[in-house]
């Protein structure tokens, strides 16, 4: 298990743009499969964008070519660039992650795959 901390929340009006980052702890950042949930009020937990091991990155339809998850090796910090926002998108984004060996190709979109969760940060879009 390793630890996750999220950061770059924050209000932003329809069409703007917000980059989330996500700090993984120790030095397993090169074994890590890491995702992007979101969740907004009343509704469930729904997957927003993957990043496996090995590079491959995997997008939700509804933020696809507006999203943008990416890692940095160097700070141990995967983000979510997140462009052109809608109000539909407001919503808690939580960052996990699931260590797996090197190379690995392995993503989820189902939050119970991974065991390791942020703390979550809120996205206000307003319109």
């Known amino acids: 298990q390793v630890q996750l901390v999220e950061s770059g929340g924050g209000l932003v009006q329809a069409g703007g743009s917000l980059r989330l980052s996500c700090a993984v702890s120790g030095r397993t950042f090169g074994r890590v499969s890491m995702v992007w949930f979101r969740q907004a009020p009343g509704k469930e937990r729904e997957f927003v964008a993957a990043r496996s091991v090995s590079g491959g990155t995997y997008y939700a339809a509804s933020v696809k070519g507006r999203f943008t998850i990416s890692g940095d090796s160097a700070k141990n910090t995967v983000y979510l660039q997140m462009n052109n926002l809608k109000s539909e998108d407001t919503a808690g984004y939580y960052c996990?992650?699931?260590?797996?060996?090197?190379?690995?190709?392995?993503?989820?979109?189902?939050?119970?795959?991974?065991?390791?969760w942020g703390q979550g940060t809120q996205v206000p879009v307003s319109s």
């Open positions: 996990a992650a699931q260590v797996k060996r090197y190379g690995s190709s392995w993503y989820s979109t189902s939050a119970a795959d991974f065991t390791s």
